[in-house]
């Protein structure tokens, strides 16, 4: 009997012994490849109505609807091929088309995962203030990172030795880091501004001797207009290293107003005080703290009026010290007393 004749015969034998094994693991693997052909659609629907990624079932879609078809049916065929224990050599075959195929595809998944938990913080941020420009550059740092463990375990799995090629792609990693350090830690540090929130566009924050209200947080710098209109440009490393005072945050602004009083007596400290707290008092966006004597000298009572503004607007919070100040002129001029000085302790400024 020809040699050819032999094989067929032995195939057909081994088909004949394993037919229910194939036919239940072609039931599986068909259900299998359903399951994810469906996943994959749903993922697409769920990109399409949301693509800048939004929220985390934007994610998720976003990484199902990467799936391929190659992955689906090579993980099918691996499927059969358990169930069916097919010669080694087969067996084999199927076993690398099923590393290399899961290998690519985990890169593929781990990649849209990671953009899109970016993506998301972007557009939380309402993207043109944050680092959506640099997603591309993001993009390809990632594919380089996860492919290269791809290919890394592929080769494990092809019985490569990878040692030496670890140890190459570190070398060059550490090359490249040193040799591109202040580009790549104003990245990250823009990376950790977008995750940690220290501010966000629109926030007007101080450090050292800067205030300015944030324009744009870039791949790099960190871009603000500073209250006296000029733009301050800061590289993101450098900016997380100052102690940065975020102005937008606070529910109120502390407002201290120094004034003298001429002295007539000193029956008439507590009418002082009680005509600058109603003075603040009057004011809805104001809440009297404390007014307190400080001192007397060259003939006049000198008190501490300290209130809080709860006014997010540099104009209001101006606008709400002028009004106190002249409350409290009217009604000590009403008890027969005169305000001989007013002055005050500037606040820290408030956002635009």
């Excluded at 309402?126 to 594919?143: E, H, K, P, Q």
């Excluded at 001797?209 to 870039?218: A, C, L, M, Q």
Aim: include cysteine; charged fraction near 20%.
């Amino acid at each position: 009997m020809p040699a050819s004749m032999k094989r067929l015969d032995k195939m057909l034998g081994w088909f004949a012994a394993n037919l229910d094994a194939l036919l239940l693991g072609a039931i599986v693997a068909a259900v299998l490849v359903a399951i994810m052909l469906v996943l994959r659609q749903v993922g697409r629907r769920i990109t399409a109505r949301d693509p800048h990624c939004t929220s985390w079932k934007s994610v998720i879609g976003r990484v199902l609807a990467k799936t391929s078809l190659g992955f689906m049916v090579v993980a099918a065929l691996e499927i059969v091929a358990n169930y069916a224990e097919p010669p080694a050599k087969i067996g084999r075959l199927f076993e690398i088309a099923f590393v290399v195929a899961a290998s690519l595809q985990g890169a593929v998944w781990g990649r849209e995962l990671v953009i899109g938990l970016i993506s998301r913080k972007v557009a939380e941020d309402n993207g043109g203030g944050t680092i959506g420009n640099a997603m591309a550059i993001i993009r390809v740092l990632v594919s380089v990172a996860l492919f290269a463990i791809a290919i890394i375990l592929i080769l494990q799995n092809l019985g490569v030795n990878v040692t030496a090629l670890v140890a190459g792609l570190g070398i060059g990693g550490i090359a490249i880091g040193l040799a591109a350090q202040g580009i790549f830690s104003d990245l990250f540090a823009a990376l950790a501004i977008l995750f940690d929130k220290p501010f966000r566009r629109g926030d007007t924050i101080r450090y050292d001797n800067s205030t300015g209200t944030v324009e744009r947080i870039g791949l790099k710098t960190t871009r603000l207009r500073a209250l006296t209109g000029e733009q301050l440009i800061m590289a993101n490393t450098k900016l997380l290293e100052r102690e940065i005072h975020n102005l937008a945050q606070a529910e109120s602004r502390r407002m201290t107003v120094l004034f003298a009083v001429a002295a007539t007596g000193s029956d008439k400290l507590d009418t002082i005080a009680d005509l600058a707290s109603q003075a603040v008092r009057d004011n809805k966006d104001c809440r009297l703290v404390r007014c307190t004597l400080t001192g007397i000298g060259s003939g006049a009572f000198g008190h501490e009026l300290v209130y809080d503004d709860r006014s997010g607007d540099n104009d209001r919070i101006a606008r709400n010290r002028s009004d106190i100040i002249r409350s409290l002129m009217t009604r000590l001029e009403a008890a027969g007393m005169e305000l001989q000085r007013a002055s005050d302790i500037q606040p820290p400024l408030a956002p635009f």
